[in-house]
């Protein structure tokens, strides 16, 4: 575990720390929130709601691993809205995740990895034309998409969730078990 959160932190996360898969706990108001569809996802990504199980099959799944690392990208605003400190955090953010699920699927080959917004391995989702996921073994869902109530889960891992004022914060996890066929 020592040795991921150290990778993690080698990338450029603001903060990594073990999490407790117990505490996972997917809840239907979180993903009830998807279907009013602000993010443009909804129903048009394999990774987001409804496309990527029930919140049961989402909490079983989770469930399923041992271990889990909650990783943080924090962005600082010059201003009180600043969207390009948004998008650089988020670019920032993304990048270090898709790194890190990367090198933690050579050891783990099944590790879940569970992101910010959906799932852009593609640069458009094959579900937008009704074609099967093209690269089911690297796609991501979000933590949102699978349930997780982001702000409650943060202090279960001994981690803010807000962080001051004029602060932006990404999370994701990623979920593996030691022995899972590597």
């Keep these: ?78 201003k009180a809205i600043d969207s390009k400190c948004y998008r650089e955090t988020e670019r920032r953010h993304l990048e270090n995740f898709y790194a890190l699920a990367d090198k933690v699927r050579e050891v783990y080959p099944k590790a879940l990895c569970l992101g910010a917004g959906g799932c852009r391995v593609c640069g458009v989702c094959a579900k937008r034309t009704g074609e099967p996921c093209r690269h089911p073994d690297l796609a991501m869902s979000s933590l949102e998409a699978y349930g997780i109530n982001v702000s409650r889960l943060a202090p279960t891992a001994d981690m803010k969730y807000i962080n001051g004022n004029n602060t932006v914060t990404y999370f994701g996890a990623v979920l593996f078990s030691v022995g899972e066929g590597q």
């Design 1 to 78: 575990m020592e040795q991921w959160i150290a990778r993690a932190l080698e990338l450029g996360f603001s903060a990594a720390v073990p999490l407790r898969t117990d505490t996972l706990q997917p809840r239907a108001d979180v993903r009830a929130m998807c279907s009013a569809d602000t993010c443009r996802a909804y129903g048009k990504n394999w990774t987001c709601p409804p496309h990527c199980g029930t919140v049961q099959e989402c909490q079983e799944k989770m469930h399923s691993y041992q271990n889990g690392i909650l990783l943080q990208t924090t962005g600082r605003m010059t």
